[in-house]
């Protein structure tokens, strides 16, 4: 700041930094939509603050604009006002409804679940096999089950969630099939 005055120029930055501020509350003012400040935004906003002639505010400034091209370029533009649909994006919890799963059969070397039909608005179940998507079941596609064979000793966490059309709603809780072979229920709720 004293190098602000000392140029002359502390007036203008104040009332550029006082429009900023003021656009911000605005942002923050309007209903159903999210300020998010992103860091290449943040480096926007203090780039002004470095234009005085000194050696930091060079290092600052080179600070800033590696900040500004490596959030743009890692992330890309996004929007600093944000519904809350967009904010949860794509893997985000939905509050959907969670399938009900019976008790696993267990055989030596595999397991088999089975469902009970999925509720009006969906038409399909997904099942994870240690976070990936190995089984797709519809409606109209037989059985309301599925069997896994087992390849090695080990733990392998299964989660279950309704799909309408090819979009998946939100998953269980991992169940786990322990390497002894007993069964670990899934708890309540959805995975986050």
Same mark, same amino acid.
């Given at each position: 700041?004293?190098?602000?005055?000392?140029?002359?120029?502390?007036?203008?930055?104040?009332?550029?930094?006082?429009?900023?501020?003021?656009?911000?509350?605005?942002?923050?003012?309007?209903?159903?939509?999210?300020?998010?400040?992103?860091?290449?935004?943040?480096?926007?906003?203090?780039?002004?603050?470095?234009?005085?002639?000194?050696?930091?505010?060079?290092?600052?400034?080179?600070?800033?604009?590696?900040?500004?091209?490596?959030?743009?370029?890692?992330?890309?533009?996004?929007?600093? =006002?944000?519904?809350?649909?967009?904010?949860?994006?794509?893997?985000?919890? =939905?509050?959907?409804?969670?399938?009900?799963?019976?008790?696993?059969?267990?055989?030596?070397?595999?397991?088999?679940?089975?469902?009970?039909?999925?509720?009006?608005?969906?038409?399909?179940? /997904?099942?994870?096999?240690?976070?990936?998507?190995?089984?797709?079941?519809?409606?109209?596609?037989?059985? /309301?089950?599925?069997?896994?064979?087992?390849?090695?000793?080990?733990?392998?966490?299964?989660?279950?969630?309704?799909?309408?059309? /090819?979009?998946?709603?939100?998953?269980?809780?991992?169940?786990?099939?322990?390497?002894?072979?007993?069964?670990?229920?899934?708890?309540?709720?959805? /995975?986050?």
């Amino acid at each position: 700041i004293w190098y602000l005055r000392l140029e002359g120029r502390f007036p203008r930055y104040l009332a550029l930094y006082a429009i900023m501020g003021g656009f911000l509350l605005i942002c923050i003012t309007i209903p159903q939509l999210n300020l998010r400040i992103h860091h290449y935004v943040l480096a926007l906003l203090l780039l002004p603050g470095t234009g005085i002639q000194t050696r930091p505010s060079l290092l600052y400034q080179g600070i800033l604009v590696g900040l500004f091209i490596n959030g743009t370029a890692r992330w890309g533009f996004d929007s600093i =006002l944000q519904t809350p649909d967009a904010l949860r994006g794509s893997d985000g919890q =939905l509050k959907s409804l969670l399938p009900n799963i019976t008790t696993p059969i267990i055989g030596a070397a595999n397991i088999t679940f089975g469902w009970a039909f999925p509720p009006e608005r969906y038409d399909g179940l /997904s099942v994870l096999v240690n976070d990936v998507e190995r089984y797709r079941w519809y409606e109209g596609e037989g059985d /309301s089950q599925f069997t896994w064979d087992r390849e090695h000793n080990q733990k392998e966490y299964f989660r279950f969630g309704y799909m309408s059309g /090819s979009v998946a709603a939100d998953y269980t809780k991992a169940g786990v099939w322990e390497e002894d072979g007993s069964w670990r229920k899934m708890k309540a709720g959805p /995975s986050r």
